[in-house]
């Protein structure tokens, strides 16, 4: 499974980027995907996800009412629009799909991330 991000780069502060994800294999069939991001020097953190299993999108506290998820399986891929952005929003962000399979086992999968800079 490849997960190929694209749509970072250099905004300013209070700008807009639309983050994507495309997957090699159907979006359909990940029972979870979303978005990381990592910043220099701190862990990667969650910054939106999207699941079959539950109704709704989960975003961490950071970004709600800012970002938004999406999910488009019939072009097996997931979206993040980021408006308002603030210079902390700078990291590499990262695509993640994880699989559970029939016998409760998760498979995780990342892309190779992608740099967003929002200047001051």
């Known amino acids: 499974v490849q997960l190929v991000e694209s749509g970072g780069g250099l905004v300013q502060a209070g700008g807009s980027l639309r983050l994507s994800c495309a997957a090699s294999?159907?979006?359909?069939?990940?029972?979870?995907m979303g978005w990381y991001r990592q910043a220099p020097g701190k862990q990667r953190e969650l910054v939106a996800s999207?699941?079959?299993?539950?109704?709704?999108?989960n975003y961490a506290d950071s970004v709600k009412g800012r970002f938004t998820i999406s999910r488009d399986n019939a072009k097996n891929s997931v979206q993040l629009q980021m408006n308002s952005l603030k210079p902390e929003d700078t990291a590499v962000y990262y695509c993640?799909?994880?699989?559970?399979?029939?016998?409760?086992?998760?498979?995780?999968?990342w892309g190779q991330g992608t740099q967003v800079t929002v200047s001051s």
């Open positions: 294999r159907s979006s359909s069939s990940f029972t979870v």
């Open positions: 993640n799909a994880a699989l559970l399979d029939g016998l409760g086992r998760w498979y995780y999968y």
């Open positions: 999207i699941s079959n299993l539950s109704a709704g999108e």
